[in-house]
């Protein structure tokens, strides 16, 4: 009697356990996409990973991390931050945004606030959403004298484009210079790099010739003559010039240290994305060149010293963006040095035959690939990087 | 032993079952579809839908996005997106058309107005008579999803990337879904190129459409590259995650498809190739915009047809 109590005693607790135990095992297979990314400074980089040069900044989820002999350091709260360039003296530019609109910071190299460039924020209560404005991709002139950003003046009824201004470091919006004019429905003309010859690389919005939106990279060499934003900008004395062709769909350049190589990223009116490079001699590119053609590359952001290119791409599609290093050798390959080949000639002091003169098998090229950095973060791919050395 | 196998079974069964309920709950959805009116038909000339599919195997099917805030009542919601999708299992093709949503129709519930408030009059058979009556095809199923459960669904699958085709700047974006004032505005900037996006910003990127010199159209093309993501991300959703993915679509979505047919329907969708993939949006020639205050696409059928005949036989 008392066995088949225990009998049934224990088939009940095994069936409990493997009803809990199937459930719960369900539960742990689970991929977890939904999980948020880490923070930069509990997760990684692994330990004895791949050190970069210099500090590198980033943004994720509105914070600003450093990345500095190999340890992240977080510099300011997850409050909106994005966009950084350099500012002298090792400073930061930012754009902290709101929901509403965003301004211009300068911030010390350890994130603490030094200074508002732009005051966008609304002065008295005025619900009329339009009255406010946005300051993207802020860029230092050379001289350090003038701001270089997207902002969204003028704008006309629906119409929302960012256009390119130069506005004294210091000053004011109204003393702010419009530099480029945008075309009309686009979303604009943004990140602005401004050259030591005094002219600007910036990427315009266009309809393409087949009316699909494109991204294309302009050069001005002075303030472009405002024209009515239409679907084809005008060319010739006083306006900009293209770099790149529609059908190339290239943004975000970025110059290598001795400003000859630019890295772009160019998707080919598709939803991939390719790092490529081109020489540039200050007025045009070169022929083009993708060195990364299969992951969704964004933010090519050059090492100061020019050992090589940092990037911004997901490992797994979907998976937030991760740090990558693709060192120079990867683009850039030493010429190969000539073999000492030591041939006796006929009738010298060697009495054996003489070994015919073919040439031997080239060694393989080495492949350099890119090295991961980070694992599991998910860094705002849309904020370019600051370096310094 | 059968004990245990029958125990570890009900284990599964409640783990599955919130999933199982809605699964019902959503699919399976009858539709009435009423038969085309004598005005529709002989205003277009348009030619009847075949019933049977030619292709063995290929469908078609209806999908169907809308507001569905306060600002509307009960089902009678616009369907802001409408692609008409088909999907042949043996080729592993599949092609999309997205429809205009101000497109100037006869409406199967009587009548003429744009295309999107088919839905709001008669519900998704409606909606589906109204494309089929006009564009010539034969729809399988429909899928209806609700704004909210796109955002959530994005987000129950950690986000997608997606290379944005440009910066999308928008001052007089809907507050519907944050705000207490339906009518409220937001202010909208989504930046340029490869990005992760949640599902807010996705919402953001795929239905404003102010600041687009192609304004639906622009829309219905970033539509479906945010479609495209999905796709992609969704090939890394094991089994074991469909019980979040069904708590973040509850009462978000509706489809007269079986639980049969999504079932057969999965494999076929992992193994597609995104490249393979047809995209269509009809921008001019197909259409082309009324010049008159209602702001509505005319189509052009005489292209628009042979379109639809090559890529919904």
Known sequence: MISRFLLAAGLAV???????????????????????PKEPTAAVPRPGAFRLPGTLFLTQSGAIYSLSAGRFHQLTPAAGWTQLALYPGSDLLAVNRSRLYSDVYILSRFGAVLRRLTNNTPTVR????????????????????????????????????????????????RQARLWTTSI???????????????????????????????SQIWLTTQPERPYQGLTAPPTGPGYGTPLTRPDEDCSQPSLSPDNHTMAMICTYKSQVSYLTLASFNGSTLGPRRSVI??????????????????????AVAGAGFQLWWLPRLAYAPPLPSPVPTTFPSPGGPVSS????????????????????????????????????? | ?????????????????????????????????????????????????????QTPGAFTVLLLGSDNDS????????????????????TRKVTMMSIPRDLWVPLSTGGTGKIDGAYSYGGPGAAIATVENNFGVHIDDYIWIGLVGLINVINAIGGIDVVTSSPVMDDFYPADITGSNPYDYLRVAVMAGPQHLDGTNALQYVRSRHNDLQSDFGRSQRQQ??????????????????????????????????????????????????????????????THGCGCAQGYVVPVWSQILPLVRQYFP
């Open chain 1, 353 to 389: 035959p003489v070994p015919s003169q073919t040439p031997t098998a080239a060694p393989p090229p080495v492949v350099i690939k890119p090295i991961q950095i980070t694992l599991n973060l998910g860094f705002d791919a849309t904020s370019p990087m600051a370096w310094i050395p």
């Open chain 1, 126 to 173: 005025n619900t009329d959403t339009s009255a406010r404005h946005w300051s993207f991709y802020p860029r230092l002139s050379y001289d350090q004298r003038t701001l270089f950003m997207s902002y969204d003046e003028p704008k006309v009824g629906y119409d929302v484009p960012l256009s390119i201004w130069a506005m004294p470091v210091g000053g004011t919006i």
């Open chain 1, 14 to 36: 095994l069936m409990v356990v493997s009803g809990i135990g199937s459930y719960v095992y369900l539960g742990t297979r689970q991929t977890h996409l939904a999980a948020a």
């Open chain 2, 71 to 90: 600002k509307f009542i009960g089902d009678h919601v616009l369907t802001q997106s409408m692609i008409l999708v088909r999907v042949n299992p043996a």
């Open chain 1, 293 to 314: 053609t299969n992951q969704l590359v964004a933010q090519p952001t050059w090492a100061p010293d020019g050992s090589g290119i940092a990037y911004l791409a997901p």
């Open chain 1, 184 to 214: 009309d429905y686009t979303g604009g003309d943004i990140q602005p790099l401004p050259l030591a010859s005094g002219a600007l690389l910036y990427t315009k919005f266009l309809y393409g010739p087949d009316n699909k939106l494109v």
């Open chain 2, 1 to 53: 032993m059968a004990a245990v196998v029958l125990s570890s079974a009900a284990g599964g069964f409640a783990y599955f079952l919130p999933a199982v309920a809605e699964a019902l709950d959503a699919t399976g959805q009858a539709v009435a579809v009423p038969s085309p009116t004598p005005s529709s038909t002989g205003l277009l000339g348009s030619p009847t839908p075949s019933i049977a599919t």
């Open chain 2, 225 to 286: 590259q945010v479609l495209l993501a999905l796709r992609a991300k969704a090939t890394q959703v094991s089994a074991a995650d469909v019980p979040i993915l069904a708590a973040a679509l509850k009462g978000q979505i509706k489809t007269s498809m079986g639980l049969q047919r999504i079932a057969a329907l999965l494999p076929v969708a992992g193994g597609i190739d995104t490249g393979a993939i047809q995209q269509i949006v009809l921008l001019a020639p197909y």
